[in-house]
Protein backbone atom coordinates (compact mmCIF):
# COMPACT_ATOMS: atom_id res chain seq x y z
CA UNK A 1 0.00 0.00 0.00
CA UNK A 2 3.04 2.32 -0.80
CA UNK A 3 2.03 6.07 -1.34
CA UNK A 4 -1.56 5.57 0.06
CA UNK A 5 -3.17 6.80 3.41
CA UNK A 6 -3.71 3.97 5.05
CA UNK A 7 -7.22 4.71 7.71
CA UNK A 8 -7.01 3.04 10.93
CA UNK A 9 -10.18 0.89 9.54
CA UNK A 10 -7.68 -0.23 7.01
CA UNK A 11 -4.71 -1.10 9.23
CA UNK A 12 -6.99 -2.94 11.63
CA UNK A 13 -9.11 -5.25 9.20
CA UNK A 14 -6.02 -6.09 6.55
CA UNK A 15 -3.89 -9.50 7.03
CA UNK A 16 -0.58 -7.43 7.14
CA UNK A 17 0.94 -11.03 7.70
CA UNK A 18 -0.07 -11.99 4.15
CA UNK A 19 -0.41 -9.05 1.89
CA UNK A 20 3.82 -8.61 2.90
CA UNK A 21 4.07 -11.58 1.14
CA UNK A 22 6.14 -11.56 -2.27
CA UNK A 23 4.01 -13.25 -5.62
CA UNK A 24 6.31 -16.24 -4.98
CA UNK A 25 5.94 -16.83 -1.03
CA UNK A 26 2.06 -15.85 -1.67
CA UNK A 27 1.99 -18.95 -4.25
CA UNK A 28 3.61 -20.89 -1.64
CA UNK A 29 0.97 -19.84 1.21
CA UNK A 30 -1.97 -20.69 -1.17
CA UNK A 31 -0.23 -24.27 -2.04
CA UNK A 32 0.21 -24.95 1.99
CA UNK A 33 -3.73 -23.36 2.53
CA UNK A 34 -4.55 -26.20 -0.51
CA UNK A 35 -3.07 -29.00 0.63
CA UNK A 36 -4.00 -28.36 4.18
CA UNK A 37 -7.97 -28.40 2.93
CA UNK A 38 -7.38 -31.39 1.02
CA UNK A 39 -6.26 -33.33 4.17
CA UNK A 40 -8.94 -31.81 5.89
CA UNK A 41 -11.50 -32.72 3.55
CA UNK A 42 -10.38 -36.42 2.88
CA UNK A 43 -10.22 -36.99 6.84
CA UNK A 44 -12.96 -34.67 7.83
CA UNK A 45 -16.05 -34.43 4.62
CA UNK A 46 -17.92 -37.54 3.80
CA UNK A 47 -19.31 -35.94 1.00
CA UNK A 48 -15.75 -35.31 -0.38
CA UNK A 49 -14.42 -38.05 0.57
CA UNK A 50 -16.79 -39.84 -2.17
CA UNK A 51 -15.71 -37.17 -4.56
CA UNK A 52 -12.22 -38.09 -4.27
CA UNK A 53 -13.01 -41.78 -4.14
CA UNK A 54 -14.64 -41.58 -7.21
CA UNK A 55 -12.09 -39.40 -8.74
CA UNK A 56 -9.26 -41.86 -7.81
CA UNK A 57 -7.38 -38.97 -5.98
CA UNK A 58 -6.13 -38.30 -2.74
CA UNK A 59 -4.23 -34.97 -0.89
CA UNK A 60 -0.95 -36.96 -1.96
CA UNK A 61 -1.67 -35.61 -5.53
CA UNK A 62 -1.76 -32.16 -5.33
CA UNK A 63 2.34 -30.85 -4.65
CA UNK A 64 1.59 -27.53 -6.81
CA UNK A 65 -0.85 -24.98 -7.59
CA UNK A 66 -1.14 -26.85 -11.18
CA UNK A 67 -2.34 -29.86 -9.61
CA UNK A 68 -5.50 -28.14 -8.51
CA UNK A 69 -6.72 -29.11 -12.17
CA UNK A 70 -7.09 -33.03 -11.77
CA UNK A 71 -9.38 -32.64 -8.76
CA UNK A 72 -13.24 -32.25 -9.55
CA UNK A 73 -15.28 -29.38 -9.53
CA UNK A 74 -18.46 -28.94 -6.88
CA UNK A 75 -21.82 -27.87 -8.43
CA UNK A 76 -24.93 -25.87 -7.04
CA UNK A 77 -26.05 -29.28 -8.23
CA UNK A 78 -23.78 -31.21 -6.08
CA UNK A 79 -24.84 -29.13 -2.96
CA UNK A 80 -29.20 -29.47 -4.27
CA UNK A 81 -28.12 -33.32 -4.20
CA UNK A 82 -26.49 -33.09 -0.34
CA UNK A 83 -29.54 -30.93 1.16
CA UNK A 84 -30.36 -31.03 3.89
CA UNK A 85 -26.36 -31.01 5.65
CA UNK A 86 -24.40 -33.31 3.29
CA UNK A 87 -22.14 -31.17 3.34
CA UNK A 88 -21.57 -30.37 6.33
CA UNK A 89 -17.73 -30.85 7.61
CA UNK A 90 -18.18 -30.85 11.28
CA UNK A 91 -19.84 -32.25 14.02
CA UNK A 92 -22.99 -30.71 15.05
CA UNK A 93 -21.67 -28.93 17.96
CA UNK A 94 -19.59 -26.69 16.28
CA UNK A 95 -22.68 -25.36 13.88
CA UNK A 96 -24.09 -22.52 15.22
CA UNK A 97 -25.79 -21.31 12.41
CA UNK A 98 -27.13 -22.13 8.64
CA UNK A 99 -28.05 -20.30 6.04
CA UNK A 100 -29.70 -20.97 2.70
CA UNK A 101 -30.12 -20.05 -1.08
CA UNK A 102 -33.61 -19.21 -2.16
CA UNK A 103 -34.26 -22.35 -4.06
CA UNK A 104 -36.20 -20.62 -6.99
CA UNK A 105 -35.05 -23.47 -9.31
CA UNK A 106 -34.62 -26.57 -7.03
CA UNK A 107 -34.01 -28.04 -4.04
CA UNK A 108 -32.79 -25.35 -1.84
CA UNK A 109 -28.82 -24.63 -0.65
CA UNK A 110 -28.00 -25.01 3.00
CA UNK A 111 -24.62 -24.23 3.87
CA UNK A 112 -23.83 -24.64 7.91
CA UNK A 113 -21.11 -22.38 9.43
CA UNK A 114 -18.98 -22.50 12.35
CA UNK A 115 -18.15 -19.15 14.81
CA UNK A 116 -14.80 -19.04 13.55
CA UNK A 117 -16.74 -19.19 10.09
CA UNK A 118 -19.14 -16.32 11.18
CA UNK A 119 -16.25 -14.06 12.42
CA UNK A 120 -13.92 -14.63 9.37
CA UNK A 121 -17.26 -13.75 7.31
CA UNK A 122 -17.53 -10.56 9.48
CA UNK A 123 -13.50 -9.94 9.28
CA UNK A 124 -14.03 -9.86 5.27
CA UNK A 125 -17.09 -7.23 5.01
CA UNK A 126 -15.16 -5.10 7.98
CA UNK A 127 -12.55 -5.11 4.86
CA UNK A 128 -14.61 -4.49 2.23
CA UNK A 129 -15.89 -1.04 4.10
CA UNK A 130 -12.30 -0.10 5.40
CA UNK A 131 -11.57 -0.41 1.51
CA UNK A 132 -14.21 1.81 0.34
CA UNK A 133 -13.84 4.52 3.20
CA UNK A 134 -16.49 3.61 5.30
CA UNK A 135 -15.46 4.46 8.88
CA UNK A 136 -16.52 4.29 12.82
CA UNK A 137 -18.50 7.67 12.26
CA UNK A 138 -20.70 6.06 9.27
CA UNK A 139 -24.36 5.34 9.88
CA UNK A 140 -24.70 2.59 7.66
CA UNK A 141 -28.72 1.26 6.30
CA UNK A 142 -29.00 -1.78 5.74
CA UNK A 143 -31.92 -2.54 3.35
CA UNK A 144 -31.01 -6.39 2.32
CA UNK A 145 -33.44 -8.87 3.85
CA UNK A 146 -32.76 -10.95 7.15
CA UNK A 147 -33.15 -14.59 8.19
CA UNK A 148 -32.20 -17.53 5.91
CA UNK A 149 -30.68 -15.46 3.52
CA UNK A 150 -26.73 -14.30 3.81
CA UNK A 151 -27.07 -10.59 3.22
CA UNK A 152 -28.59 -8.50 5.68
CA UNK A 153 -27.10 -10.01 8.42
CA UNK A 154 -23.32 -10.75 6.74
CA UNK A 155 -23.56 -6.77 6.63
CA UNK A 156 -24.71 -5.97 9.83
CA UNK A 157 -22.18 -7.87 11.29
CA UNK A 158 -18.96 -6.34 9.52
CA UNK A 159 -20.47 -3.21 10.28
CA UNK A 160 -20.65 -4.10 13.83
CA UNK A 161 -17.10 -5.42 13.24
CA UNK A 162 -15.98 -2.34 11.90
CA UNK A 163 -17.99 -0.14 14.93
CA UNK A 164 -19.69 2.06 12.80
CA UNK A 165 -23.32 2.48 13.51
CA UNK A 166 -25.72 -0.49 12.12
CA UNK A 167 -29.35 0.76 10.79
CA UNK A 168 -30.74 -2.83 9.99
CA UNK A 169 -34.13 -1.66 8.40
CA UNK A 170 -34.13 -4.93 5.82
CA UNK A 171 -36.70 -4.84 2.33
CA UNK A 172 -39.13 -2.49 1.11
CA UNK A 173 -41.70 -0.24 3.11
CA UNK A 174 -39.88 2.87 0.95
CA UNK A 175 -41.85 5.80 3.40
CA UNK A 176 -40.16 4.22 6.31
CA UNK A 177 -36.58 4.04 4.50
CA UNK A 178 -36.58 7.87 3.46
CA UNK A 179 -38.13 8.54 6.87
CA UNK A 180 -34.99 6.71 8.58
CA UNK A 181 -32.55 7.94 6.36
CA UNK A 182 -32.67 11.53 6.74
CA UNK A 183 -33.81 11.30 10.85
CA UNK A 184 -30.99 9.31 11.28
CA UNK A 185 -28.93 11.31 8.39
CA UNK A 186 -27.67 7.57 7.12
CA UNK A 187 -24.29 8.10 5.24
CA UNK A 188 -24.04 4.90 4.07
CA UNK A 189 -26.64 2.28 1.96
CA UNK A 190 -26.57 -1.07 1.50
CA UNK A 191 -28.81 -2.79 -1.04
CA UNK A 192 -28.99 -3.87 -4.75
CA UNK A 193 -28.85 -1.35 -7.03
CA UNK A 194 -32.59 -1.87 -8.00
CA UNK A 195 -33.33 -0.75 -4.89
CA UNK A 196 -30.98 2.01 -4.63
CA UNK A 197 -32.73 3.46 -8.05
CA UNK A 198 -36.08 3.16 -7.00
CA UNK A 199 -34.96 5.39 -3.75
CA UNK A 200 -33.34 7.66 -5.91
CA UNK A 201 -35.98 8.46 -8.12
CA UNK A 202 -38.57 8.75 -4.85
CA UNK A 203 -35.77 11.15 -3.55
CA UNK A 204 -36.31 13.47 -6.49
CA UNK A 205 -39.60 12.82 -6.88
CA UNK A 206 -40.29 14.53 -2.90
CA UNK A 207 -38.53 17.07 -3.32
CA UNK A 208 -35.98 15.77 -0.37
CA UNK A 209 -32.46 15.84 -1.60
CA UNK A 210 -31.22 18.43 0.75
CA UNK A 211 -32.18 16.29 3.81
CA UNK A 212 -30.24 12.98 2.66
CA UNK A 213 -26.72 12.92 3.92
CA UNK A 214 -25.63 9.58 2.47
CA UNK A 215 -22.31 9.65 0.77
CA UNK A 216 -21.30 6.35 -0.40
CA UNK A 217 -23.63 2.99 -1.76
CA UNK A 218 -22.91 -0.13 -1.60
CA UNK A 219 -24.63 -2.67 -4.11
CA UNK A 220 -24.29 -6.24 -4.72
CA UNK A 221 -26.80 -9.35 -5.25
CA UNK A 222 -27.23 -8.78 -8.84
CA UNK A 223 -25.13 -7.06 -12.07
CA UNK A 224 -25.85 -3.64 -12.95
CA UNK A 225 -24.67 -1.65 -15.60
CA UNK A 226 -22.06 1.31 -15.82
CA UNK A 227 -25.18 3.80 -17.05
CA UNK A 228 -27.18 2.85 -13.85
CA UNK A 229 -23.80 3.54 -11.42
CA UNK A 230 -23.90 6.45 -13.26
CA UNK A 231 -27.67 7.39 -12.68
CA UNK A 232 -27.66 6.15 -9.09
CA UNK A 233 -24.38 8.43 -8.56
CA UNK A 234 -25.94 11.56 -9.79
CA UNK A 235 -29.27 11.52 -8.05
CA UNK A 236 -28.08 10.40 -4.41
CA UNK A 237 -24.89 12.72 -5.16
CA UNK A 238 -22.44 9.48 -3.76
CA UNK A 239 -19.73 7.10 -5.19
CA UNK A 240 -21.33 3.79 -5.11
CA UNK A 241 -19.15 -0.08 -5.07
CA UNK A 242 -19.84 -3.39 -6.56
CA UNK A 243 -19.63 -5.60 -3.57
CA UNK A 244 -19.57 -9.44 -4.22
CA UNK A 245 -20.45 -12.83 -3.14
CA UNK A 246 -22.79 -15.58 -3.13
CA UNK A 247 -24.41 -17.91 -0.07
CA UNK A 248 -22.30 -20.95 -1.23
CA UNK A 249 -19.11 -19.80 -0.25
CA UNK A 250 -20.32 -17.07 3.04
CA UNK A 251 -22.12 -14.55 1.81
CA UNK A 252 -21.61 -10.92 0.30
CA UNK A 253 -18.34 -9.13 1.13
CA UNK A 254 -15.68 -11.67 -0.38
CA UNK A 255 -15.24 -9.28 -2.78
CA UNK A 256 -15.51 -5.27 -3.26
CA UNK A 257 -14.34 -2.41 -6.03
CA UNK A 258 -12.00 -0.02 -4.68
CA UNK A 259 -12.47 4.22 -5.23
CA UNK A 260 -10.41 3.33 -8.63
CA UNK A 261 -12.98 1.03 -9.99
CA UNK A 262 -10.37 -1.21 -11.53
CA UNK A 263 -12.08 -4.32 -10.65
CA UNK A 264 -13.48 -6.19 -7.45
CA UNK A 265 -10.45 -7.58 -4.65
CA UNK A 266 -11.17 -10.67 -3.60
CA UNK A 267 -9.38 -11.74 0.00
CA UNK A 268 -7.12 -14.24 -1.05
CA UNK A 269 -5.68 -15.31 2.01
CA UNK A 270 -9.25 -16.66 2.87
CA UNK A 271 -10.20 -17.88 -0.63
CA UNK A 272 -8.62 -19.33 -4.19
CA UNK A 273 -10.07 -18.00 -7.35
CA UNK A 274 -9.76 -19.48 -10.63
CA UNK A 275 -11.12 -18.84 -14.25
CA UNK A 276 -12.15 -22.07 -16.45
CA UNK A 277 -13.70 -22.20 -20.15
CA UNK A 278 -17.65 -22.80 -18.75
CA UNK A 279 -17.68 -25.68 -22.00
CA UNK A 280 -14.60 -27.49 -21.58
CA UNK A 281 -13.62 -26.72 -17.79
CA UNK A 282 -9.76 -26.40 -18.85
CA UNK A 283 -8.20 -23.67 -16.41
CA UNK A 284 -7.93 -20.61 -18.41
CA UNK A 285 -4.59 -18.07 -18.43
CA UNK A 286 -4.61 -14.69 -16.50
CA UNK A 287 -6.84 -12.54 -18.20
CA UNK A 288 -8.96 -14.39 -20.09
CA UNK A 289 -13.15 -13.97 -19.40
CA UNK A 290 -14.49 -17.41 -18.23
CA UNK A 291 -16.19 -18.86 -15.48
CA UNK A 292 -15.34 -18.26 -12.03
CA UNK A 293 -14.63 -21.27 -10.10
CA UNK A 294 -14.04 -20.73 -5.54
CA UNK A 295 -12.01 -22.18 -3.36
CA UNK A 296 -12.68 -22.35 0.15
CA UNK A 297 -9.24 -22.06 2.22
CA UNK A 298 -9.90 -21.64 5.97
CA UNK A 299 -13.81 -22.27 5.61
CA UNK A 300 -14.59 -24.87 8.42
CA UNK A 301 -18.86 -25.79 8.17
CA UNK A 302 -18.83 -26.07 4.52
CA UNK A 303 -15.77 -26.14 3.07
CA UNK A 304 -16.24 -25.83 -1.21
CA UNK A 305 -13.52 -27.26 -3.43
CA UNK A 306 -13.38 -25.66 -7.05
CA UNK A 307 -17.25 -24.45 -6.34
CA UNK A 308 -18.54 -23.76 -10.00
CA UNK A 309 -20.29 -20.37 -9.25
CA UNK A 310 -21.60 -19.84 -13.36
CA UNK A 311 -20.35 -16.05 -12.58
CA UNK A 312 -18.49 -14.36 -16.28
CA UNK A 313 -15.70 -12.52 -15.33
CA UNK A 314 -11.75 -12.58 -15.46
CA UNK A 315 -8.51 -12.30 -13.07
CA UNK A 316 -6.93 -9.11 -13.80
CA UNK A 317 -3.34 -8.71 -13.96
CA UNK A 318 -0.85 -6.24 -12.19
CA UNK A 319 -1.63 -4.36 -9.26
CA UNK A 320 -4.70 -2.12 -8.79
CA UNK A 321 -3.98 1.62 -8.55
CA UNK A 322 -5.38 2.07 -5.26
CA UNK A 323 -2.25 -0.07 -4.43
CA UNK A 324 -3.71 -2.61 -2.49
CA UNK A 325 -1.84 -5.99 -3.05
CA UNK A 326 -5.30 -8.19 -3.19
CA UNK A 327 -5.80 -9.48 -6.40
CA UNK A 328 -8.67 -8.46 -8.91
CA UNK A 329 -11.15 -9.97 -10.73
CA UNK A 330 -13.45 -7.43 -13.45
CA UNK A 331 -16.85 -6.74 -12.69
CA UNK A 332 -19.44 -9.83 -13.13
CA UNK A 333 -20.12 -9.67 -16.60
CA UNK A 334 -22.74 -11.98 -16.68
CA UNK A 335 -23.78 -15.84 -15.36
CA UNK A 336 -23.08 -18.55 -17.93
CA UNK A 337 -26.77 -19.64 -17.19
CA UNK A 338 -28.35 -16.23 -17.95
CA UNK A 339 -27.26 -16.56 -21.44
CA UNK A 340 -30.20 -15.90 -23.80
CA UNK A 341 -30.19 -18.23 -27.35
CA UNK A 342 -32.22 -16.69 -29.75
CA UNK A 343 -31.96 -16.91 -33.32
CA UNK A 344 -29.07 -18.80 -33.53
CA UNK A 345 -26.89 -16.55 -31.34
CA UNK A 346 -25.54 -16.43 -27.99
CA UNK A 347 -26.17 -13.21 -26.26
CA UNK A 348 -25.00 -12.53 -22.40
CA UNK A 349 -26.52 -9.20 -20.37
CA UNK A 350 -23.04 -7.61 -20.91
CA UNK A 351 -23.51 -7.80 -24.11
CA UNK A 352 -26.64 -5.68 -24.03
CA UNK A 353 -25.08 -3.67 -21.44
CA UNK A 354 -22.85 -2.69 -24.14
CA UNK A 355 -24.97 -1.96 -26.72
CA UNK A 356 -26.90 0.12 -24.50
CA UNK A 357 -23.74 1.98 -23.58
CA UNK A 358 -22.78 2.93 -26.93
CA UNK A 359 -26.61 4.34 -28.14
CA UNK A 360 -27.13 7.96 -26.96
CA UNK A 361 -30.06 8.78 -25.57
CA UNK A 362 -30.80 5.31 -23.44
CA UNK A 363 -30.98 5.08 -19.60
CA UNK A 364 -30.39 2.27 -17.35
CA UNK A 365 -33.20 0.63 -17.71
CA UNK A 366 -34.46 -1.85 -19.65
CA UNK A 367 -36.43 -5.05 -20.25
CA UNK A 368 -36.63 -8.15 -22.61
CA UNK A 369 -39.36 -9.71 -23.34
CA UNK A 370 -38.73 -13.19 -25.48
CA UNK A 371 -41.23 -14.46 -27.17
CA UNK A 372 -42.45 -17.16 -30.34
CA UNK A 373 -44.92 -16.92 -33.12
CA UNK A 374 -45.13 -19.61 -35.45
CA UNK A 375 -41.89 -21.31 -34.63
CA UNK A 376 -39.96 -18.03 -34.87
CA UNK A 377 -38.42 -16.70 -32.12
CA UNK A 378 -38.78 -12.81 -31.47
CA UNK A 379 -36.89 -10.21 -28.95
CA UNK A 380 -38.39 -7.26 -28.01
CA UNK A 381 -36.10 -5.12 -26.32
CA UNK A 382 -37.78 -2.31 -24.17
CA UNK A 383 -35.92 0.72 -22.88
CA UNK A 384 -36.18 3.88 -21.30
CA UNK A 385 -34.27 7.08 -22.77
CA UNK A 386 -33.28 10.31 -21.05
CA UNK A 387 -35.67 12.79 -20.28
CA UNK A 388 -35.64 15.32 -23.66
CA UNK A 389 -34.54 12.48 -25.87
CA UNK A 390 -36.49 11.46 -28.89
CA UNK A 391 -38.22 8.14 -28.39
CA UNK A 392 -38.40 7.01 -31.84
CA UNK A 393 -34.86 7.90 -32.68
CA UNK A 394 -33.59 6.08 -29.69
CA UNK A 395 -35.52 3.30 -30.74
CA UNK A 396 -34.21 3.07 -34.45
CA UNK A 397 -30.87 4.03 -33.77
CA UNK A 398 -30.26 0.88 -30.85
CA UNK A 399 -32.05 -1.46 -33.05
CA UNK A 400 -29.09 -0.44 -35.62
CA UNK A 401 -27.18 -0.94 -33.38
CA UNK A 402 -27.67 -4.18 -31.88
CA UNK A 403 -27.58 -5.15 -35.12
CA UNK A 404 -23.97 -4.17 -35.73
CA UNK A 405 -22.85 -5.24 -32.62
CA UNK A 406 -24.70 -8.74 -31.72
CA UNK A 407 -25.88 -9.05 -34.79
CA UNK A 408 -29.23 -10.18 -35.09
CA UNK A 409 -32.57 -8.23 -35.72
CA UNK A 410 -34.55 -7.04 -32.74
CA UNK A 411 -37.78 -4.89 -31.60
CA UNK A 412 -37.07 -2.06 -29.98
CA UNK A 413 -39.76 0.25 -27.67
CA UNK A 414 -38.46 3.81 -26.20
CA UNK A 415 -39.78 5.10 -23.00
CA UNK A 416 -39.63 7.95 -20.69
CA UNK A 417 -37.85 7.31 -17.67
CA UNK A 418 -40.13 5.80 -15.18
CA UNK A 419 -42.14 3.95 -17.55
CA UNK A 420 -40.68 0.11 -16.72
CA UNK A 421 -41.04 -1.72 -13.45
CA UNK A 422 -39.18 -0.80 -10.23
CA UNK A 423 -37.64 -3.43 -7.71
CA UNK A 424 -37.01 -3.84 -4.03
CA UNK A 425 -34.65 -6.55 -4.80
CA UNK A 426 -33.73 -7.46 -7.95
CA UNK A 427 -34.94 -6.44 -11.36
CA UNK A 428 -36.24 -9.10 -13.65
CA UNK A 429 -33.88 -8.38 -17.34
CA UNK A 430 -35.68 -11.20 -19.32
CA UNK A 431 -38.84 -12.57 -19.48
CA UNK A 432 -39.11 -15.55 -21.52
CA UNK A 433 -42.38 -16.39 -22.62
CA UNK A 434 -41.24 -18.92 -25.62
CA UNK A 435 -41.86 -22.34 -23.56
CA UNK A 436 -45.32 -21.16 -21.76
Not at 59 to 77: G, Q, V
Not at 230 to 257: A, K
Amino acid sequence: MSGQVVSLEQYTFDNHDYIALQEAEAREYTTKALRALLERLAQSSPFYQRKFQSAGLSPKDFNSLADLAKFPFTTKDDLRKAYPLGIQAVPDREVVRIHSSSGTTGKPVIIPYTAKDVSDWAMMMARCFAMVGVSREDRVQITPGYGLWTAGIGFQAGVERLGAMAVPMGPGNTEKQLQMMMDLKSTVLIGTSSYALLLAEEVEKRGIRDRIHLRKGIFGSERWSERMRQRIESELNIETYDIYGLTEIYGPGIGIDCHCHEGIHYWSDYLYFEIIDPVTGEVLPEGEQGELVITTLTKEGAPLLRYRTRDLTAIISGRCSCGSPYPRIQRIFGRSDDMIKIKGVNIYPGQIDDVLKKTPGVSSEYQILLTRMEGRDNMLLKVEAEAGADLAEVAKTLCANFKKFIGIVIDVEAYPIGRLPRSEKKSKRVIDERDQ
